[in-house]
C-alpha cells in the first residue's frame, strides 16, 4: 500500500512562506541588542529587553491567536499578520530612541506570533496522518535554514552593510513570504456551535490546549537550554577569542539539524516518541558541555553539531506529539500552546541565565545549562513517557 503523497504545492508554499518569516526574526534578535546600544546608548539591561520583548508580545498574540484563529478564519487572520509584520519591518528604519525601538519590537513580536502560528496550523492540517512526523520534521527544517542563514546574515551584513542594509534584508524577507501565502490554499475548519461556544469567555481551555501541556513543557524546557547559547554566544565566542569560528557556529548547528529533523521524524513513526526523545536530549546535553569547555575553533563547531542534532530532533518529536494528542478542531491551539511554551523558554532564558553569568562566568553557565538539559530528560519521562510505557506493557 503506497503512502499517501507529502510533497504537494501547498506543502512547498508554506514551508517556504514560513522560512522567510524565521528569516526574519533570526536575522533581527542576533542583531538588535547591538543596535539599541550602538545607535541609543543602551544599557545591557535595555538592550537584552529589545531583544526579549518581542518573544513576549509573540507569546501574547499566540495566546490570542490559538482562541480565535477558527473564528475569524484562518486565511484572514494570516493576512492581517503578515502585513502588520511588514509594516512593523519597514518602522525599524525610522527609530529614533529605546523606546520607539521597544514599541515596534513589540508590535513586531506580536504579528509575528500571529502569522506563525497560521502557518503552523496550516502544514499540521495537510500533512497527511500517516506521515505527520516525517511531515513535521521536514517542515521544522525551515526554522533550520532562517536559522542558520540568519544569524550569519546578520553578522556579516552588520559588519559590511550597517544595520539599513540589515533592516532592508527583513523587510524583504517578510514581504516575499505574503506573496507566497496568496497562492497557498488554506484549509478552514467550520465550527459547529459547541466548538464555537468553547472559544467564548476566559477559561483555561479557549487559550490552552490541555492535551498539549506536558509534551510543550518539554521543549521549553530543551529551548530555555537553548536561548543562553542564542543570547550569549557572542560575548563568550569574544571572551574565549574564537569569534571567528563563532560566525559558523549556527550553520553548523543547523546543517545538522537538517539532517536531525527528517530522520527523528521518520523513526518517531516506526519507532515511537522514546526511541527517538531520550538519545536526543543527552545529545543536545554532550553539545552544551563541549561548547562549555571549547579552547579552539573545532570544538565550537563540534558543539554546534551535537546540539543541532539532539535540539532538532527533540523539537520535531515533541510538536508532532502535541499535534497527534489534539482533537482536528483544536490544532490550531495545540500549535499555539506549543510554540508559546518556545517563546517563554527563549524569552526570559536569557534574562534570567544572565544573572548568573557575574557569578559563574559563560564556561560556568553552560556547565550548568548542560545538567538542566540532562535533567530534561527525567521530566520528559514523568510527564509523557511514562504514560506511553504502561501503554506499551498494557498491550503486551
Known sequence: MSKPKLW????????????FIMLNFFILIVIVSVFAMDSFHSSPGEAGLASGIFVISSFIARLLCGKWMERIGRKKTLYWGMI???????????????????????????????ASTVLMTVVSDIIPKERRGEGIGFSALSSTLASAVGPFLSMFISRHGGFDMVFTVCAVSVASSFVLVLFLTIPEV???????????????????????????????AAYLCYSSVLAFLAPYAREI???????FFFVVYSAATVLSRPCAGRLFDSRGADFVMYPAIFLFATGLI????????????????????????VQSATQTIAVKEAPPHRLGLANSTFFMSVDIAIGIGPFMLGMFVPFTGYR???????????????????????????ARNENT
Open 8 to 19: 504537494t504545492k501547498d506543502f512547498l508554499i508554506v514551508n517556504c512562506a514560513s522560512c
Open 84 to 114: 502588520a509584520g511588514l509594516a512593523m519591518s519597514l518602522l525599524y528604519f525610522g527609530t529614533t530612541s529605546i523606546l520607539f525601538l521597544l514599541v515596534v519590537r513589540f508590535l513586531h513580536g506580536a504579528s509575528f506570533g500571529v
Open 190 to 220: 467550520v465550527l459547529t456551535k459547541e466548538q464555537i461556544r468553547e472559544t467564548k469567555g476566559f477559561h483555561l481551555r479557549s487559550f490552552f490546549e490541555p492535551s498539549a501541556v506536558p509534551i510543550s513543557a518539554v521543549c521549553s
Open 241 to 247: 577569542h574564537l569569534v571567528e569560528a563563532a560566525g
Open 290 to 313: 563541549v561548547l562549555s569547555k571549547a579552547h579552539h575553533g573545532y570544538a565550537l563547531l563540534l558543539a554546534g553539531g551535537c546540539m543541532g542534532l539532539g535540539l532538532g530532533a
Open 364 to 390: 560556568g553557565l553552560y556547565t550548568g545549562i548542560a545538567g538542566v538539559a540532562c535533567a530534561s530528560a527525567l521530566f520528559y519521562y514523568l510527564l509523557y513517557g511514562r504514560t506511553t510505557a504502561t
